[in-house]
T-cell receptor
Framework: NAGVTQTPKFQVLKTGQSMTLQCAQD?????MYWYRQDPGMGLRLIYY?????TTDKGEVPNGYNVSRLNKREFSLRLESAAPSQTSVYFC????WGGGQPQHFGDGTRLSIL | TQLLEQSPQFLSIQEGENLTVYCNSS?????LQWYRQEPGEGPVLLVT?????EVKKLKRLTFQFGDARKDSSLHITAAQPGDTGLYLC????????????FGQGTELSVKP
């Protein structure tokens, strides 16, 4: 049982380049999330998808876009990468409803030069 | 503005010592979760507390939810090097679906 799978695991970009981070879950969860983790900041929500076909902004959405491709897959796109977007990005999924535990992937470590 | 304040942010102790991590807010949460994260991995859920005043134990770890559901604590008895990691609290609020608000995290190092 893979759980939540994120690709790639590492990526280095130049300022202005674009890329898409992929996330897939095999737990039949309705809700999916993208976070960024920076030292001393905990996890900050970028975008989330409560269910297939819906997406909403989180705390720090600027510079990002998302696509909920189907129930399994939720991608995060950086259209024009900036050094401030250097971070570790985590995808998570959960069942429907408040207080459900979130299951996380192992992260994508992204450096923007 | 950090809605959930965790303290301390860093903690380095010797094996066998006890420690407490605090998670405080001025907001009420419908439930609160604690996660543990190891280097190079995503956070993994340890426990969920739902009722004000609730206490849950997981081996040497004791979790408590404040009576007013605004704060929580994690107490570790006789810490072991295997307890080393980043501990994160996360609160769920009513009518927010599955969204969680995370604290900044407490980085714990237990030296043998």
């Amino acid at each position: 049982n893979a759980g939540v799978t994120q690709t790639p695991k590492f990526q280095v970009l130049k300022t202005g380049q674009s890329m898409t981070l992929q996330c897939a879950q095999d737990m039949n969860h309705n809700s999916m999330y993208w976070y960024r983790q920076d030292p001393g900041m905990g996890l900050r929500l970028i975008y989330y998808s409560a269910s297939e076909g819906t997406t909403d902004k989180g705390e720090v959405p600027n510079g990002y876009n998302v696509s909920r491709l189907n129930k399994r897959e939720f991608s995060l796109r950086l259209e024009s990468a900036a050094p401030s977007q250097t971070s570790v990005y985590f995808c998570a999924s959960s069942g429907w409803g408040g207080g459900q535990p979130q299951h996380f992937g192992d992260g994508t470590r992204l450096s923007i030069l | 503005t950090q809605l959930l304040e965790q303290s301390p942010q860093f903690l380095s102790i010797q094996e066998g010592e006890n420690l407490t991590v605090y998670c405080n807010s001025s907001s009420v949460f419908s439930s609160l979760q604690w996660y543990r994260q190891e280097p190079g991995e995503g956070p993994v859920l340890l426990v969920t507390v739902v009722t004000g005043g609730e206490v849950k134990k997981l081996k040497r770890l004791t979790f408590q939810f404040g009576d007013a559901r605004k704060d929580s604590s994690l107490h570790i008895t006789a810490a072991q090097p295997g307890d080393t990691g980043l501990y994160l609290c996360a609160g769920a609020r009513r009518n927010q679906g599955g969204k969680l608000i995370f604290g900044q995290g407490t980085e714990l190092s237990v030296k043998p």
